[in-house]
């Protein structure tokens, strides 16, 4: 599905270029807007973490989590822009035991993401209030893991590896739909994906997989 989703914002974006320009007086259009999103995350296959599976002997683990993002939008052109945004990417958390000179200790493992996105935006207006809009660019975010024991014991190590918290860069994308209520206001909802990510290759640990971040959010546009 993401593949689709991946194929419809470049499509979208590239038949914008053969779109004229809306039909509203530009010089009565805002040009920017500060856009706060809320909405639901996925890190997927983040619970193949090695420190979750290996280290610990996990009995639940959930990927997704709700999620807040603050963007910056720039209309060049009606249909042409930029966005700049920063806030959560991800938070997926687990719980269990870890066995230490044979007793077990309650633990929680989680893996947080955040940072910024910036993307080039392309907007399809349908009348006065309606617009279809794509974006595609790139995403920075930092990964911090943390394994956390009832014994706060801090020693534990992977192949001689500790805890590695890095930060990555990737593509990312997104589409969505926004309605303007009046020459300041608007509501949008959009998907985006993030990007994917190899955040435990380093611990060379067979069965962990590449995590993928996404988000499905609903925000509020204060136009400018």
Known sequence: MLNYLKTGALVSIIALTATPAW?????????SSLIINAGYTKEKNACTSPW???VMSGTGCSEGHQAYRLAYDYQFTPTWGMEVSYGDFGNAQGH????????????NWSLK????????????HLGDFVSFFGKI???????QEKLN???NYTGVTINNIGIVNSAKSSLTYGVGCQIDISSSFAIRAQFENFGTYDVYGQYGIPGTAKVTLTMA????????
């Open 23 to 31: 039909a509203g007086n530009y010089a009565e259009v805002a040009r």
């Open 52 to 54: 979750y599976t290996a």
């Open 96 to 107: 269990g035991t870890v066995l230490m000179t044979g007793v077990p200790y309650q633990s």
């Open 113 to 124: 993401s955040g940072g910024w996105a910036f993307a080039g935006t392309g907007t399809l």
């Open 137 to 143: 660019g790139g995403a920075r975010p930092e990964f």
């Open 149 to 151: 024991t009832s014994n």
């Open 217 to 224: 959010s609903a925000g509020l546009v204060l136009k400018f």
